[in-house]
């Protein structure tokens, strides 16, 4: 079956440091991946995806994301984390030929100032 | 602005009842989509539609219905065979990158 796993329910780092949220999917040929972040009762908000290209991803307010074909992770990062990046974060994918995205369950970021 | 809206923001219903949350997207795109999210289960699709008059069942579409009559709006009705209606319901469209509309939180009175 395919799947996203999100490996952590919750992140926690200190403001200023870099961050890493971790992403790993299970899907067969050449899927979109899509990451989107997440605020109390709002919905979620795209922050960058890959489609083919380079590997390292540059999306919205200083995120980047490296997708790794071998180990088939699209693991998220910041160089210097804020407190106002805590949020609900969502790695998604959507195989090839299909229009059914398939999402993680989501990783808890909490930045300590 | 282009986007996708979502009304109401807040619902009640009351056992029996059939309910319609709305959506409605400027963006000109084809697919659209209805997800439930529940406290730490992610977003579980409950039916996506990729062309005005089709629309196929996701993962968790019994107790609820949709239409797609226009390309604008995708309806979702949860009916009274929901026993578990109380969740955050989000509308998104795709073309291909997935947007997403602010949510209605369903509540049972």
């Known amino acids: 079956a395919q799947s996203v796993a999100q490996p952590e329910d919750q992140v926690n780092v200190a403001e200023g440091n870099p961050l890493t949220v971790k992403c790993t999917y299970s899907?067969?040929?050449?899927?979109?991946l899509f990451w989107y972040v997440q605020y109390p009762n709002r919905g979620l908000q795209f922050l960058l995806k890959?489609?083919?290209?380079?590997?390292l991803v540059k999306g919205s307010y200083g995120f980047e994301a490296e997708f790794n074909k071998s180990q088939t992770s699209f693991h998220l990062k910041k160089p210097s984390a804020l407190v106002s990046d805590s949020a609900l974060y969502f790695c998604?994918?959507?195989?090839?030929?299909?229009?059914?995205?398939?999402f993680g369950t989501g990783t808890r970021l909490k930045v300590l100032a | 602005d282009g986007g996708i809206t979502q009304s109401p923001k807040y619902l009640f219903r009351k056992e029996g009842q059939n309910v319609t949350l709305s959506c409605e997207q400027n963006?000109?795109?084809?697919?659209m989509y209805w997800y439930r999210q529940d406290p730490g289960q992610g977003l579980r699709l409950i039916y996506y539609?990729?062309?005005?008059?089709?629309?196929q069942k996701g993962d968790i579409a019994e107790g609820y219905s949709v239409s797609r009559e226009k390309k604008e709006s995708f309806p979702l009705t949860v009916t009274s065979a929901q026993k578990n209606p109380t969740a955050f319901y989000l509308c998104?469209?795709?073309?291909?990158?997935?947007?997403f509309g602010p949510g209605t939180r369903l509540l049972v009175l």
């Open positions: 539609s990729q062309i005005v008059n089709d629309f």
């Open positions: 899907v067969s040929g050449n899927p979109y």
């Open positions: 890959y489609i083919t290209g380079d590997n």
């Open positions: 963006l000109n795109h084809d697919a």
């Open positions: 998604a994918v959507r195989p090839s030929g299909t229009y059914k995205y398939i």
């Open positions: 998104a469209s795709s073309a291909p990158t997935q947007y």
